[in-house]
């Protein structure tokens, strides 16, 4: 099946970015990746190649998929480079600020028609493109870690998203194996909108000497079904993604 989106660029290779691209290269899109740290996209490319290996030893892929997704894999130097891009995620630190530049700048680069998506879990969608020139193409599509086997992705529409802009990025989440749910703008959207619940009612709890972390950790996930505990998610997501 031709992908949605033929060619993609990541915008930022952390742990997110990394798992990102992974899906879309398997979906059969060519990828870009692309940091502002010179030999991040480098070493991320070989991490997401050695993904796949491990894949193909598994007897989930086979060594023709492998060979042709690292194919579609490749890295940019600059974001010049993301011109010809179809769709750029972004997936960079969690600052409005930060975001907002980027896309500003994205936005005198690729073409009229690609879309421009932001991997944010909590900022505002509509903050985020308020400066662009054409706001009605970028949307909220975000994913959680680790990307390949969390298998939700949630596509918010900003104040001006283009609905139709919002469809294809669910067609295309469809496409990478995903389940992808549409979310209005406000903060945390759906999953970290009750999630943030999650850990202030777990920090109260040790606030009050109710019972330590490792105790709460334990209950929660054998008593309440859930696959981690809060202090266990928030080792995960990292106390600076968490705190703000």
Not at 158 to 181: E, F, I, N
Request: charged share 20%; proline share 4%.
């Amino acid at each position: 099946m031709k992908p949605v989106y033929a060619h993609i660029a990541v915008v930022g290779t952390g742990a997110m970015g990394r798992g990102i691209a992974q899906i879309a290269a398997q979906a059969g899109s060519t990828v870009t990746l692309y940091d502002m740290q010179p030999a991040a996209s480098a070493a991320a490319q070989q991490a997401i190649a050695a993904q796949w290996d491990k894949l193909q030893e598994k007897g989930r892929m086979d060594a023709a998929q492998v060979v042709a997704c690292k194919a579609r894999l490749k890295c940019a130097n600059a974001l010049t480079d993301l011109a010809t891009c179809d769709l750029v995620v972004e997936a960079v630190v969690e600052r409005l600020d930060v975001k907002a530049a980027l896309f500003a700048e994205l936005e005198a680069i690729v073409g009229a028609d690609a879309v421009l998506a932001t991997n944010t879990s909590s900022l505002s969608v509509t903050a985020i493109a308020a400066k662009l020139k054409r706001p009605q193409r970028l949307a909220g599509y975000h994913f959680f870690n680790p990307v390949p086997v969390m298998k939700v992705v949630e596509v918010i529409k900003g104040l001006k998203t283009d609905p139709a802009v919002c469809a294809a990025l669910s067609d295309y989440a469809r496409q990478m194996g995903h389940t992808p749910v549409t979310a209005q703008d406000t903060p945390g959207f759906i999953v970290n909108h009750a999630g943030r619940g999650y850990g202030t009612e777990a920090l109260r709890i040790v606030g009050e000497g109710v019972a330590d972390f490792a105790t709460i950790d334990r209950i929660l996930k054998d008593q309440a079904g859930f696959k981690l505990g809060p202090f266990e998610l928030m080792d995960l997501t990292a106390l600076d993604v968490s705190h703000p």
